[in-house]
């Protein structure tokens, strides 16, 4: 019996070990309702309880695992487990330890849904200022989608009906399980990437809440927000939103509706580019009416019927020019010799031959040089002195002086 004694903590030591040895405890889904559920803020780690109609389960979900989790785990979600189950060897209890949790049913998917919604919509993801235009004439369309269904074949034979001059690439992608939002992703990818298109269709046709739900997904989400290509999202019916939606750059109520508005419509375009070529047409014709118009009435001209008229005209506006300059150059001569005339009588008045003519005379010494008193003379000395008419040599005889 002494070989069999066992501490309390090496036999849930020995029960841990046990369960993780079996294959299926290792690798294990449960389906459950969430109830006491503990979100430990400082760690990050969720623990709860997993519950159906009969029986409890414990449940650990650490922090790295729940920070990869879309929506927030509540008291009364149904959820799908995956993870391991062991033994807590200090409490001696087993419970699971869970690596991924998807929700179960349609309210918990609908509570996913919401919380995902309010959570990318305050980061602006579904801001309408953010959203791009699509392409006018795209000449390349990507289509992410399943190969295989009806949507698909729908996108086709109206992108080939309205635009066929437009390449269609189709990427063959998951649209429902729980791997199909990084199928979803991986397309996007390919587009944006290694082939690059003017605009992207990613959808499927319609389907139950939780067939629609891997374009709930917040990386799918964030993957369409951050594409460099256009995006049109058309996910199931018109009546079906998903997230998806909400940050494409456009959403169409169907697949077949995100086909036509993803191209023009080529027998419209025809019509149009017809209209704009009566359009033109019409406008040229009457832009040579009126040019001919034009030119009728200067062919009518008396300078084009006659070029004599003309030089006549040109020999009368000369003969009109040549007179107005003979006018001018003689008001010019007039202006100039009056004001030589008043010249000319100022420098006379101011003349000192004028004095002379009055009878007065300038005298002179031997040098040339004016003599104005006489006390500066002497006996003896020659002078000149200068009449109106004439100059006088004379030699002064005696100096008076003046009453």
């Known amino acids: 019996m002494a070989q069999n004694l066992l501490t309390v903590s090496e036999l849930n030591e020995y029960l841990r070990m046990l369960l993780d040895a079996n294959p299926v405890l290792t690798n ?46 509540e008291n009364g979600m149904k959820v799908i487990l995956h993870g391991r189950v062991s033994v807590f060897v200090r409490d001696g209890q087993y419970q699971i330890y869970v690596d991924d949790m998807q929700p179960d049913g349609v309210g918990a998917l609908y509570l996913a849904f919401e ?24 000449r390349k369309i990507g289509i992410v989608t399943s190969p295989t269904g009806a949507a698909v074949r729908d996108m086709l034979q109206i992108l080939n009906r309205r635009w066929p001059m437009a390449e269609v690439v189709l ?7 729980i791997t199909a939002p990084e199928s979803l992703m991986a397309g996007l990818a390919h587009f944006n990437e290694k082939c690059p298109v003017d605009v ?57 509706a995100a086909a ?23 406008r040229i014709t009457r832009h040579l009416t009126a040019r001919r118009a034009e030119v009728a009435l200067l062919s009518g001209a008396d300078a084009l ?14 003969a ?23 010249l000319c009588a100022k420098l006379d008045a ?41 100059t006088v040599d004379a030699t002064v005889d005696g100096v008076r002086e003046s009453e």
Do not use: W
């Open 171 to 177: 990427y063959p992608a998951l649209v429902q399980g």
């Open 350 to 390: 101011l003349s000192p031959l004028r004095v002379l003519s009055r009878g007065y005379t300038a005298v002179f010494g031997k040098d040339g040089a004016p003599i104005t008193l006489g006390s500066a003379l002497q006996k003896g000395e020659k002078l000149s002195i200068r009449f109106s008419d004439s």
């Open 200 to 256: 992207i269709i990613i959808g499927r046709g319609g389907g139950s809440l939780e067939d629609l739900f891997a374009f709930n997904h917040e990386g799918l989400a964030r993957a369409v927000a951050a594409s460099n290509t256009p995006v049109i999202s058309a996910v199931g019916h018109e009546t079906d939103f998903t997230i998806c939606d909400f940050v494409a750059d456009l959403r169409a109520p169907t697949p077949s």
């Open 28 to 73: 294990v889904y449960v389906r459950g309702e969430i109830s006491n559920f503990t979100n430990h803020y400082k760690t990050g780690h969720f623990y709860f309880s997993l519950k159906d109609e009969g029986a409890l389960v414990r449940a650990v979900m650490f922090r790295g695992n729940a920070q990869r989790l879309h929506f927030l785990p």
């Open 260 to 282: 036509e508005l993803a191209v023009p419509e080529v027998n419209e375009m025809r019509g149009v580019l017809l209209g704009l070529q009566g359009a033109l047409g019409e």
């Open 115 to 138: 919380q995902l919604r309010k959570k990318l919509e305050g980061e602006g993801l579904f801001d309408p200022a953010r959203k791009r235009p699509l392409p006018r004439f795209p």
């Open 320 to 342: 009109y020019l040549e007179k107005q300059l003979s006018t001018a150059v003689t008001a010019r001569v007039t202006a100039a010799q009056n004001g030589f005339s008043a």
């Open 305 to 318: 019927r006659s070029p004599k008229y003309y030089i006549e005209e040109r020999r009368m506006n000369v």
